[in-house]
C-alpha cells in the first residue's frame, strides 16, 4: 500500500480485507487468499466471492473442512449470508441449515488448493430461497448473486467505506445498486459511479470518515518519502490502535468508524508524526491479549516486540525532506501555508488556520517552516479524517 502506483487496487483489497475478514496462521494459505483478493479487487464480485469461498484461509477458518453429509456445519453457510452477501435478517435459519448441505464436501489439501470431496457431500434435494434442487456449494453462491439484496447490501458497504461512514443516502444506495446489479457486480463500474457522481465531492462527504489505522500508517509513509530503520515497529503501532492486518478480531471484521478512537488510541496517532521527525523514545501500552494475539502471543515475545513496547523504542525514521520539500517550489511564502494544508489534509484551505498550530512552526528558513508547518498539520485531529 505504500509503495504501490496501483493505489485503487490497494485501497479496494483493503475495503475486500475486512469484509472477507479472515485469520490464519498459514501466512502461505493467507498469502494465496490475498492473491485471490488482489486479483479481483476491482473484478467481478461474483468470481471474487467464488474465489474467496473455495480458498484454503476461509474453508479452514469458517470449519467447513468439518462439513460433512452425516454431520453438516453450518458455520461457512451462515456467513456467507450474513456476512458477505445478503446481510443479517435477509435469509432463515433453514436457508442456513440448507445451505451446510449443499457446502459438504468442500475443502483443501495441504498444498491450500481446493478439492471437493465428493463422498462427503450431501447429494439430496435442498431448498434455499424459495428454491428447490440437488444443489452444490456453487449452485448456493450463484442463487445468493441471484439475490439483489446482495447487490444493495454489498454496495452499502462499499459507500460507507469510500463516501460517508455515518451519514449513508438510501436514495443513491439504491440506484448504485441497482447499476451494479444490472452490469453483472462490476465493481470497477460500481467505483466509477461512485468518483464521478458531484455528490461524491460534496462538503458533507469531505473528511468524513475516521481513518482506519492503517490508512493512518500508510497515509503518513505515503505522503513523507521515508525509511523506517526497524520496519516490524509497524506491528507495534498496528497493535496499539487496533488494526493488525491479517488478523482480525473476527469473521466480521474491524467494526470502524469512531471506534478506532479511545483516549489512548487518540493521543497515540496524533503524536505519530512528532515521533518520525524527532526520533523521540515513545513506550507503548500493547495489550498482552492471546485471544487478539490469534495464537501468536510467544511469537511476539520470540520477537521481542512486547518488551521493546514497555521499555520504551525510538522510531527512526529517514524522511527526505528535500524532496518532499520540492513540490512546493515555486508557491510563495504568502500562500505557502495554504498549499500545505491541502496537500497534508486533502481539504479545501482554512480547515485549519494557521494562527491555531503557529506555536509548533519554526520559520526559520523556507525548509524548516515547511518542515514544521506539515508534521504540525499531521498532529491535528482534522489529519485523523478522511
Not at 35 to 46: K, M, S, T
Not at 51 to 62: D, E, I, P, Q, R
Not at 196 to 218: G, R
Request: with cysteine; net charge neutral.
Amino acid at each position: 500500500m505504500v509503495s504501490t502506483d496501483a493505489q485503487l487496487r490497494e485501497k479496494t483489497a483493503l475495503f475486500w480485507h475486512g469484509h472477507f475478514a479472515c485469520r490464519d496462521v498459514n501466512i502461505f494459505f493467507q498469502q494465496l487468499l490475498l492473491d485471490e483478493i488482489r486479483n479481483n479487487a476491482l473484478g467481478n464480485f461474483g468470481d471474487l466471492l467464488k474465489a474467496v469461498s473455495k480458498s484454503a484461509s476461509m474453508l479452514g477458518f469458517l470449519n467447513n473442512q468439518q462439513n460433512k453429509k452425516k454431520h453438516p456445519n453450518e458455520n461457512f453457510a451462515r456467513e456467507v449470508m450474513e456476512l458477505f452477501t445478503l446481510g443479517r435478517g435477509n435469509y432463515t435459519e433453514n436457508d442456513i441449515k440448507e445451505a451446510a448441505r449443499a457446502f459438504t464436501g468442500w475443502a483443501f489439501d495441504f498444498k491450500g488448493e481446493f478439492v471437493f470431496r465428493k463422498f462427503q457431500h450431501d447429494k439430496g434435494q435442498k431448498t434455499i430461497l424459495g428454491k428447490t434442487g440437488n444443489f452444490d456449494g456453487d449452485d448456493v453462491l450463484n442463487i445468493l448473486l441471484e439475490q439483489k439484496q446482495t447487490a444493495k447490501y454489498i454496495t452499502r458497504k462499499i459507500y460507507r467505506f469510500f463516501v460517508n461512514e455515518s451519514k449513508v443516502d438510501e436514495a443513491k444506495i439504491t440506484w448504485l445498486a441497482d447499476r451494479f446489479y444490472q452490469g453483472g457486480y462490476n465493481i470497477s463500474a460500481l467505483l466509477k459511479d461512485i468518483f464521478t457522481s458531484e455528490w461524491f465531492y460534496d462538503e458533507k462527504n469531505m473528511a468524513a470518515n475516521i481513518k482506519s489505522p492503517v490508512d493512518l500508517l500508510v497515509g503518513i509513509r505515503r505522503l513523507l518519502p521515508m525509511e523506517i530503520e526497524a520496519e516490524q515497529l509497524q506491528l507495534l503501532f498496528q497493535r496499539a490502535l487496533g488494526q493488525v492486518l491479517f488478523y482480525p478480531p473476527n469473521v466480521a471484521g474491524w467494526p470502524g468508524g469512531k471506534n478506532w478512537i479511545d483516549s489512548s488510541s487518540l493521543m497515540l496517532r496524533l503524536r505519530i508524526p512528532q515521533l518520525i521527525k524527532d526520533d523521540d523514545t515513545f513506550e507503548l501500552n500493547v495489550k498482552d491479549d492471546d485471544d487478539q494475539q490469534m495464537g501468536m502471543k510467544d511469537n511476539y515475545k520470540k520477537k521481542n516486540l512486547n518488551s521493546m513496547a514497555k521499555t520504551g523504542f525510538q522510531v527512526r525514521a529517514n524522511v527526505d525532506w528535500q524532496k518532499y520539500a520540492k513540490q512546493f517550489d515555486g508557491v510563495s511564502r504568502e500562500h505557502l501555508y495554504d498549499v500545505i494544508e491541502a496537500v497534508v489534509l486533502q481539504t479545501r484551505p482554512g480547515a485549519v488556520s494557521e494562527q491555531s498550530v503557529k506555536t509548533l512552526i519554526d520559520s526559520a528558513s523556507r525548509e524548516s517552516y515547511i518542515k514544521s508547518a506539515t508534521v504540525a498539520l499531521m498532529s491535528t485531529p482534522e489529519y485523523q479524517l478522511c
